[in-house]
């Protein structure tokens, strides 16, 4: 936690991605466990890991498939990990408040909107964050900034992993094809997760040709309302990382990058692309 990277965030998202790369073989070999298959906290017994010991075990990721198919009413999920899985890189504490109190928050306020809406209720989490500005007008701004933080949030547990995995051949050649390289892909979404002004979220979505961008979005909106589909993103509200890192989103930006799950970034894009 130095101060000695604050005007220069960036360097330190890339000294991560570094590390992730250069590592990235190694860990791809060594993780058994971080299938994306719902109810499948078992299946990797006997698998090695760089941490949490007993409880890493205790995952229970959701699919693709089954966050964009929430129906009302919406429920909290567990952590798909133990809430200090992802120490330091995000501290108990943060994962804690952030899980328990900002998305149940989001949930809570979802279903309080949607309750007297019977005609809302059949409609997935997906349909609402895509169509919210063509419901009823006193619902509209709720579902906008409680569906998108429902879904928001699953989405950012979903993609991060106590065991990150590197991208495979066939995603890094879809990210060579629409980036021209990984590195210039982490840069654009760096580059956006830091200037989002006030709170927000910097995204990896699928637009409806099959190709890959980076999106930024302000307070919790959500790209499926502008017709694309999100694969990876990343929460830059303070409340995700102020309790570690104060001020330094840079910094906090560079941890992400190494905790990301590629092939859980992989299967989502699989399930959009198939949707
Ligand atoms: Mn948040």
């Known amino acids: 936690m130095t101060q000695t990277n604050i005007k220069n965030p960036i360097s330190v998202t890339f000294r991560n991605l570094l590390i992730l790369l250069i590592t990235g073989t190694t860990i791809v070999t060594l993780t058994q466990c971080t299938s994306p298959q719902s109810g499948d906290m078992n299946s990797g017994a006997g698998s090695t890991y760089s941490n949490g010991e ?12 089954d966050i964009m198919e929430m129906t009302y009413p919406f429920e909290l999920a567990p952590l798909p990990y133990a809430p200090d899985a992802l120490e330091p890189a995000i501290d108990t504490q943060t994962m804690n408040i952030h899980h328990g109190k900002h998305h149940q928050g989001y949930i809570n306020k979802l279903n309080a909107a949607l309750e007297p809406h019977a005609e809302l209720h059949g409609m997935t989490l997906a349909e609402l964050n895509a169509g919210w500005n063509s419901m009823p007008a006193e ?3 709720a ?27 066939a995603l890094m050649n879809m990210i060579d094809r629409d980036f021209g ?3 210039a892909m982490a840069e654009e979404f760096a580059s956006a997760a830091s200037t989002v002004f006030g709170s927000g979220w910097a995204w990896l979505v699928l637009d409806d040709e099959g190709k890959l961008h980076i999106r930024a979005t302000a307070n919790q909106d959500n790209p499926l309302s ?5 694969l990876m993103g990343v929460d830059v509200w303070e409340h995700a990382y102020y309790l570690n890192y104060q001020n330094r989103r840079g910094d906090y930006l560079g941890a992400f990058l190494g905790l990301i799950d590629w092939a859980m970034v992989e299967a989502n ?7």
Do not use: K
């Open 54 to 65: 007993a409880d890493a075990m205790e995952r229970s990721y959701l699919s693709f498939g």
């Open 139 to 141: 619902v509209q701004s």
């Open 143 to 169: 579902v906008r900034n409680h569906g998108g933080g429902t879904l928001n949030h699953y989405i950012f547990w979903n993609v991060m992993s106590p065991d990150p995995t590197a991208p495979s051949e």
């Open 181 to 183: 390289s990984f590195d």
């Open 226 to 230: 502008d017709g694309l589909t999100p």
């Open 269 to 275: 894009y699989t399930a959009a692309s198939e949707s």
